[in-house]
């Protein structure tokens, strides 16, 4: 057995398990720390019986067994967990060696540690890590950035156990400074609220207004995975529906209680738009739909109070399907330009010069948004850089022209059905404002002055000059 570990690794959750497995078995030595040492007794006599682990039943023997440079990676909760761990394991190292901490942590907490351990001469890398449980042992996405120096040190490990495409092209890539990692790897779970949120908005469509069985919406999914909308949600939302409970011989899925949980990176997208000033109502629409979901007795309630069409549309089924497949990857495009504006506005804000094509191509294997368009969003970065919004890159403009009349009658229906789609309808909206010359707001500028004085300007006087009306003249 190796007494020089190449690298250590703190929590042995199974996403922290399933890494080191996935790193042993790429070659790499791992020493294994838990704060409740029973767990890596059973983990070393367990699943990694035999293999390359060394078991440290303390932060001290870690640090100890450790190759030089040391690599620590920690996956332990985000918060207060991170900011204890680091107090205590600061102290243990020496200049040069390297933190990493790979769970979902707030990017401004990654901004404060790479500051805090660079005070101590510590590199410290903030590593968004997304694929799951199967995708740590399989092969993540993985989205580094923190203290670039630290980069030459850990890019083998890191695009070793990545999810690889393009015959051996890695899911990793250094992002950039501080927290620009744990940003992207924000947005993507953002992003992912989305899209699964329109999935299940098509969904629910088809079985409400449709009255289609799981089985044939099954069959819909995996018809529609073999096209543009190919991608891993549009591929297991197919085998979900193909699924039938033993219990009670119903589709798995029909036994499910309709309320949805989130672990807050959603939320923390949201509340980066409204920081920035970025509009991304269709991934804030994806949150608050969930929220709605958690208040199953309120919504019985209102069931019995509240009026409105609960029709089925009974018309061409087969084009209502069609459309929706338009409509779905129309909207999947909207939220997709949202999470990209996000994006820019961060690099602006704190100069991180992201590349969003390098960007797009992290996500095309192991995270759960993998999808086979994300090539397009790198073509359309690639051929211009500066890009403001991707619903100005030609494939984009044009597939959503093309999809419109489609989207607009697949929300037609659901009105006249009764369904909620908040997400495909806020993407259209979203999409409508976007082109729209001129928005409402002069008027919201007028009771804004009206009520506060806040001025406004002028269309018929240069940018940055304000003005104020005596509002109250028209009662004298």
């Given at each position: 057995?190796?007494?020089?570990?190449?690298?250590?690794?703190?929590?042995?959750?199974?996403?922290?398990?399933?890494?080191?497995?996935?790193?042993?078995?790429?070659?790499?030595?791992?020493?294994?720390?838990?704060?409740?040492?029973?767990k890596v007794d059973e983990f070393i006599n367990g699943r990694g019986k035999n293999l390359n682990f060394i078991a440290c039943h303390s932060l001290v023997k870690l640090a100890v067994c450790l190759k030089k440079p040391r690599r620590i990676m920690m996956m332990v909760k985000a918060g207060k967990p991170v900011d204890e761990l680091m107090t205590t394991l600061i102290p243990l190292l020496e200049p040069g060696d390297i933190l990493i901490d790979g769970g979902n942590s707030h990017y401004h907490d990654t901004i404060r540690r790479c500051k805090e351990a660079a005070e101590r001469e510590i590199l410290f890398v903030g590593a968004g890590v997304s694929g799951g449980e199967e995708g740590a042992l399989a092969g993540p996405s993985i989205m580094p950035g923190g203290d670039a120096a630290a980069w030459p040190a850990i890019r083998e490990i890191f695009q070793s156990i990545a999810a690889s495409v393009d015959s051996g092209i890695p899911c990793c890539e250094w992002v950039g400074p501080d927290g620009s990692g744990h940003f992207v790897k924000m947005v993507h779970n953002g992003i992912e609220y989305g899209d699964m949120q329109l999935i299940c908005e098509a969904y629910h469509l088809m079985a409400k207004g449709l009255g289609m069985t799981s089985a044939e919406m099954s069959s819909v999914f995996r018809a529609w995975n073999t096209g543009d909308?190919?991608?891993?949600?549009?591929?297991?939302?197919?085998?979900?529906?193909?699924?039938?409970?033993?219990?009670?011989?119903?589709?798995?899925?029909?036994?499910?209680?309709?309320?949805?949980?989130?672990?807050?990176?959603?939320?923390?997208?949201?509340?980066?738009?409204?920081?920035?000033?970025?509009?991304?109502?269709?991934?804030?629409?994806?949150?608050?739909?969930?929220?709605?979901?958690?208040?199953?007795?309120?919504?019985?309630?209102?069931?019995?109070?509240?009026?409105?069409?609960?029709?089925?549309?009974?018309?061409?089924?087969?084009?209502?399907?069609?459309?929706?497949?338009?409509?779905?990857?129309?909207?999947?495009?909207?939220?997709?330009?949202?999470?990209?504006?996000?994006?820019?506005?961060?690099?602006?804000?704190?100069?991180?010069?992201?590349?969003?094509?390098?960007?797009?191509?992290?996500?095309?294997?192991?995270?759960?948004?993998?999808?086979?368009?994300?090539?397009?969003?790198?073509?359309?970065?690639?051929?211009?850089?500066?890009?403001?919004?991707?619903?100005?890159?030609?494939?984009?403009?044009?597939?959503?022209?093309?999809?419109?009349?489609?989207?607009?009658?697949?929300?037609?229906?659901?009105?006249?059905?009764?369904?909620?789609?908040?997400?495909?309808?806020?993407?259209?909206?979203?999409?409508?404002?976007?082109?729209?010359?001129?928005?409402?707001?002069?008027?919201?500028?007028?009771?804004?002055?009206?009520?506060?004085?806040?001025?406004?300007?002028?269309?018929?006087?240069?940018?940055?000059?304000f003005f104020h009306t005596n509002w109250n003249e028209l009662k004298e």
């Open positions: 057995m190796n007494n020089h570990a190449d690298i250590g690794l703190i929590g042995l959750g199974v996403m922290g398990e399933n890494l080191m497995l996935n790193m042993e078995r790429n070659g790499f030595t791992v020493a294994c720390y838990n704060r409740t040492t029973e909308l190919d991608s891993y949600l549009i591929e297991i939302t197919a085998d979900i529906l193909a699924k039938t409970d033993k219990e009670t011989g119903k589709p798995t899925v029909d036994i499910i209680l309709d309320t949805a949980g989130q672990k807050g990176t959603g939320k923390w997208t949201s509340q980066a738009g409204l920081d920035l000033g970025v509009a991304i109502p269709q991934i804030a629409e994806a949150v608050f739909a969930r929220s709605l979901s958690a208040i199953k007795e309120e919504r019985l309630h209102a069931r019995q109070i509240l009026k409105g069409p609960s029709g089925r549309y009974n018309r061409n089924r087969q084009a209502l399907i069609d459309n929706i497949a338009k409509a779905l990857y129309a909207a999947k495009i909207c939220s997709y330009a949202q999470g990209f504006q996000l994006l820019r506005a961060a690099s602006q804000e704190h100069d991180w010069k992201l590349n969003f094509g390098q960007i797009a191509l992290l996500w095309r294997g192991g995270c759960i948004i993998r999808a086979r368009f994300l090539d397009r969003i790198n073509d359309a970065f690639l051929a211009e850089p500066s890009l403001a919004n991707l619903l100005l890159a030609p494939y984009f403009t044009q597939v959503v022209a093309e999809a419109q009349q489609s989207w607009r009658e697949v929300l037609k229906v659901a009105i006249d059905c009764g369904i909620p789609m908040p997400a495909m309808s806020s993407a259209l909206s979203y999409y409508d404002s976007y082109r729209c010359e001129r928005l409402p707001a002069n008027l919201l500028q007028a009771q804004r002055d009206y009520f506060g004085a806040h001025t406004y300007e002028r269309l018929d006087r240069p940018r940055g000059q």
